[in-house]
Each structure stands twice: as C-alpha cells, then as structure tokens.
Nanobody
Framework: QVQLVESGGGLVQNGGSLRLSCVAS????????MGWYRQPPGKKRELVASINNGGSTNYADSVKGRFTISRDNDKNTVYLQMNSLKPEDTAAYYC????????????????WGQGTLVTVSS
C-alpha cells in the first residue's frame, strides 16, 4: 500500500503565492513520474505539471512561467511552487505518482492523493 498526503493549500489573494507538497509513504521501491493535477469547481481534472525521475518537466500552458514543479527523491516528495496566482487557479489540487513497490517486477501504478484546496480571491 502506498499513500500520498498533500499539504500547503489555502486561501490567497490575487497575485499571491503558495507552495504545495506531496509526500509518499508505504511500500515504495521506485517512483517514476510525479505530477500535479487540478479540478476547478464544475470542471474536469486537468494536468498542471509533471516531472520524471530524470528531472524533465512538463507544464500546462496556463501555468507556464508562474508555477514550478520539483522533487526530492530521498523524501519521496514532490512540490509545486505557485506564484502570481489568479482567481482562475482556484481548484482542488491532486498529487499523482507512478509507484513501483517491488524491483522485480517493476510495475508502476498510479497513486492519487486526497487533494488540497487552493482558493484565490480577486
């Protein structure tokens, strides 16, 4: 069993900053891609940013230049630094990690966190 726990969400004013964290615990051999998704009220969940175990990153166009994803492999943790926040960034933010619990076979399964709410006031 692998669990993800997110933290760092909250209420912030337009133009403000927040830093989200997501820690993985449990039976972990290796973590490949780590990512952040968000789901605004009444809308579908969308990818915000991802980072692979080589450090390559990918961002949604709407957050490029404002958000930065990073990871600490020793701590099984992924971060999302969010700057210049806008009201349209308001959403529930979910952490996702591709986790292998054993080396042989190294089967990576997607694990989701419970979500953390980010609200940006105008």
């Amino acid at each position: 069993q692998v669990q993800l726990v997110e933290s760092g969400g909250g209420l912030v004013q337009n133009g403000g900053s927040l830093r989200l964290s997501c820690v993985a615990s449990g039976s972990i051999f290796s973590i490949n891609v780590m990512g952040w998704y968000r789901q605004p009220p009444g809308k579908k969940r969308e990818l915000v940013a991802s980072i692979n175990n080589g450090g390559s990153t990918n961002y949604a166009d709407s957050v490029k230049g404002r958000f930065t994803i990073s990871r600490d492999n020793d701590k099984n943790t992924v971060y999302l630094q969010m700057n210049s926040l806008k009201p349209e960034d308001t959403a529930a933010y979910y952490c996702n990690k591709q986790v292998a619990s054993t080396p042989i076979p190294a089967i990576y399964l997607a694990v989701w966190g419970q979500g953390t709410l980010v609200t940006v006031s105008s």
